[in-house]
Nanobody, 114 residues
């Protein structure tokens, strides 16, 4: 059974930077897809970024500020978030699609506020 462990959330001021990490454990396919979604208060969960062997996709709303990367040897995905805005406040969920099955992390809260 795949498990995801997220880290890196917190409280910071607008304009700051933060890096989220998510490590997957268990039997992991080399063709998996990993990434991040987020859910802001009162809003639906939305895609932020995903990455696979074939490349990455980043939401238009953040693509000039966020980058996604991975360390395949460690089955870990990172989300580097720069120039954070209050509207980036949300619970960020790590995600993996592995052998056709989706697994979600428990989420890490990012709060951007002055």
């Amino acid at each position: 059974q795949v498990q995801l462990v997220e880290s890196g959330g917190g409280l910071l001021q607008p304009g700051g930077s933060l890096r989220l990490s998510c490590a997957a454990s268990g039997i992991i396919s080399t063709s998996n897809v990993m990434g991040w979604h987020r859910q802001a208060p009162g809003r639906e969960r939305e895609l932020v970024a995903i990455i696979s062997r074939g490349g990455s996709t980043i939401a238009d709303s953040v693509k000039d500020r966020f980058t996604i990367s991975r360390d395949s040897a460690k089955n870990t995905v990172y989300l580097q978030m720069n120039t954070l805005k209050p509207e980036d406040t949300a619970v960020y969920y790590c995600y993996i699609k592995n052998f056709g099955l989706e697994v979600w992390g428990q989420g890490t809260l990012v709060t951007v506020s002055s």
